[in-house]
């Protein structure tokens, strides 16, 4: 256990790709309850530092500590201290929503009395317990996106990672989300760690951001402290400010990260 209040610590982080450094021995660390929001633009490195930091894939240097547990040496305890909800649909929508349920906390050796009451509680605190039988392909993305926020938490993680968690939603929907990330992290404790290319989000709900760009971190502060740096009148002049304005590429090895993903959780999306 980390008695530092730090549930995240990167030190010397590296990931290569053949020739190509994704991630060049970055070093950061998150405290233990923070909203974290991680920022950077297409290439940065940031997905391929979200897959080390959740075991999809394994650093070429450097190390990783999720509430204590070193990520590489024991990844499998390291799982059980996070949950998270991908950026594309991980849901299988000819499925109900409590089958959904079932089958994640089936996975993580959640034992039947307390999986019904976990179910129960969570599918209620996303407001998709009238709908638990009904299947998942019958929902609107918002609703899919309250699911999978449900189903990460099924084993009381300490840490929850979101890559993108409001893609693709409207401003209403978006903002319900939200609502509800809040409360999770006030309600179980629950430190969150996020990737957003909404801007606004990050400057509204992140109480410390980092951003990165070309595989370094280029800061770490408040967005207060970030705008004051900067002399910006918002978080995302700054943001343009640190990392420039030109249009990015997407991260190179794709189909290597798929690959690992797939390798990590034994063929599950």
Do not use: C
């Not at 709908?131 to 609703?143: H, I, N, P």
Request: no cysteine.
């Amino acid at each position: 256990m980390d008695s530092s209040g730090n549930i995240i610590d990167v030190k010397n982080l590296v990931k290569r790709f053949k020739d190509f450094t994704a991630v060049n021995d970055i070093n950061f660390t998150v405290e233990r309850g923070d909203i974290f929001a991680f920022l950077g633009p297409n290439g940065a490195g940031k997905t391929t530092t979200i897959k080390m930091l959740t075991t999809l894939l394994n650093p070429s240097s450097g190390n990783i500590a999720l509430d204590g547990i070193d990520v590489v040496k024991d990844p499998e305890r390291a799982r059980k201290s996070f949950g998270i909800v991908f950026q594309d649909p991980s849901l299988d929508d000819e499925l109900t929503a409590s089958e959904n349920m079932e089958f994640h906390a089936v996975l993580y050796g959640i034992d039947k009395k307390t999986r019904k009451q976990r179910m129960e509680e969570l599918l209620n605190y996303v407001e998709l317990w009238d709908r638990r039988t009904d299947l998942v392909k019958t929902f609107s993305g918002g609703m899919k996106r309250r699911l999978e926020i449900a189903r990460g938490l099924l084993h009381h993680p300490k840490i929850l990672f979101l890559d993108e968690p409001t893609s693709g939603l409207d401003p209403q929907t978006r903002n319900h989300i939200w609502d509800y990330i809040q409360k999770l992290n006030k309600s179980e404790k629950i430190t969150v760690f996020f990737t957003t290319h909404y801007i606004e989000e990050a400057d509204k709900y992140a109480s410390t951001i980092a951003i990165m760009d070309h595989g370094k971190i280029v800061t770490k502060d408040t967005t207060a402290e970030l705008k004051n740096k900067t002399k910006s009148k918002d978080l995302e002049e700054a943001f343009l400010k640190l990392t420039g304005s030109s249009i990015r590429d997407e991260e190179a090895s794709g189909v290597d990260q798929l690959r690992a993903h797939r390798r990590a959780w034994g063929g599950r999306r």
